[in-house]
């Protein structure tokens, strides 16, 4: 229902405006978190399952994409009920799989478990964001967006670090009822911090109009492109943050999943990333810096490939960087390419980005079988690189048309 005229919306003076980010970026923590959580362990699902690398990659790429088919649903359907019934849902149902994963033993209910997972996680990723539009004045939207976004990335970076230290430390299964801990907590705070919706307002817009909004954008050419590289980008990170512990578990490293969860610390490059990228554009054309961040992610890659886990250490903190400078100005392309149904753009860039982790994480065992770490550098190095010529090449087609 819509909200009371009388009432303004939340500003940076009001307590329930705090209440609202605090609570949305713990949150999205513990939901980012348990996204990624199973990637520094699959190496122990492999020994403990005797189960091979492309099985039990199925774990982390089955997970995406149950969260794209949910990203695509409950975007639409939080349109028409409301966000907070699917923020609290999200969090719940993600909490209580968390505590029955580590029962399993066949790794197929394990496999099942994180489909579901995957779908209820887009219950915050998919609400979020409406609600804050919503609920807080637009001049202080932006710090509230910044703050929950950059709670995803360190979300990200912990839920991997906490994993891989503690299913070392004691067991992978104690890793997921930590995780669980950290869902219960937030489920209640989320549950008694958030402020009930009071400007929701009901879509009346017909599901085939919506469909029809994002069919729309697969025409236009330069979206398409934007599209391709957010699946490259996540395609080549998530790829080589997946076979990273598989590659110095092995001999001549032979390191701890212990010792390489705090690898996972260079993913902090990431909060810093973004907000240089978006300083630069304000100095210099977005698709340079765009394209400065793919070499930078490509060079980091390439110094992974020397012998030296000091060197390796770099190349990671330098992908990060490269990474998040890249996707951070892929994502503005996106809504500035985009001259009708913004949202839904933005919409179709996310479903594209995390195509890319689906298909980083299990379409690349099979060369990292065969080649091993050379190989997946090789490639996930280089990719981005010769897309980013291909958007070149194409561009100047399109333009060429456009002239003639």
Not at 122 to 146: H, N, R, W
Not at 165 to 184: D, H, K, N, P, R
Not at 244 to 271: C, D, H
Request: aromatic residues 16%; contains cysteine.
């Amino acid at each position: 229902m819509g909200g009371n005229m009388n009432e303004r919306k939340y500003t940076i003076k009001d307590y329930n405006y705090w209440k609202m980010i605090s609570g949305l970026a713990i949150a999205s923590f513990f939901i980012f978190a348990t996204m990624y959580s199973v990637q520094p362990i699959l190496p122990l699902f492999t020994k403990n399952y005797e189960i091979s690398i492309s099985v039990a990659s199925l774990s982390m790429s089955l997970s995406t994409v149950g969260l794209i088919f949910g990203l695509i649903l409950i975007g639409f359907i939080s349109d028409r009920y409301g966000r907070l019934l699917f923020i609290h849902l999200s969090i719940l149902i993600t909490t209580i799989i968390l505590f029955i994963i580590p029962f399993m033993e066949s790794f197929i209910f394990i496999i099942i478990l994180r489909f579901i997972q995957g779908f209820s996680l887009a219950g915050l990723l998919g609400s979020a964001l409406g609600y804050m539009v919503e609920e807080i004045d637009k001049k202080y939207f932006g710090f509230a967006a910044t703050l929950y976004i950059s709670s995803n990335s360190i979300g990200g970076m912990m839920g991997r670090f906490i994993t891989g230290y503690l299913a070392e430390s004691f067991s992978w299964q104690t890793a997921m009822f930590v995780l669980g801990a950290i869902g219960v907590f937030s489920y209640f705070l989320v549950l008694f911090t958030l402020p009930k919706s009071r400007y929701f307002q009901k879509s009346q817009v017909r599901f085939q109009e919506d469909i029809a909004g994002f069919l729309y954008h697969l025409k236009n050419p330069s979206l398409l492109l934007m599209f391709g590289l957010g699946i490259v980008l996540q395609l080549s990170f998530t790829g080589m943050w997946t076979y990273l512990p598989f590659y110095l578990l092995e001999s001549p490293y032979e390191l701890t999943l212990k010792q390489i969860s705090y690898l996972y610390f260079a993913y902090s490059l990431g909060v810093v990333g973004a907000p240089i990228a978006g300083w630069l554009t304000g100095k210099y054309k977005m698709r340079n810096i765009r394209i400065v961040g793919i070499i930078i992610l490509t060079a980091g890659m390439l110094i992974t490939l020397f012998h030296s886990f000091i060197l390796i250490t770099i190349g990671l903190c330098v992908i990060c960087l490269g990474f998040f400078i890249s996707h951070s100005l892929a994502t503005a392309s996106v809504s500035q390419e985009a001259t009708h149904h913004k949202g839904s753009a933005s919409s179709l860039y996310l479903v594209a980005y995390y195509i890319g982790v689906s298909m980083g994480t299990t379409l690349l065992a099979p060369l990292w079988e065969k080649f091993g770490w050379n190989g997946i550098i090789l490639v996930t190095g280089l990719l981005p690189l010769i897309y980013v010529m291909i958007i070149q090449v194409t561009r100047g087609k399109l333009k060429s048309k456009q002239a003639s």
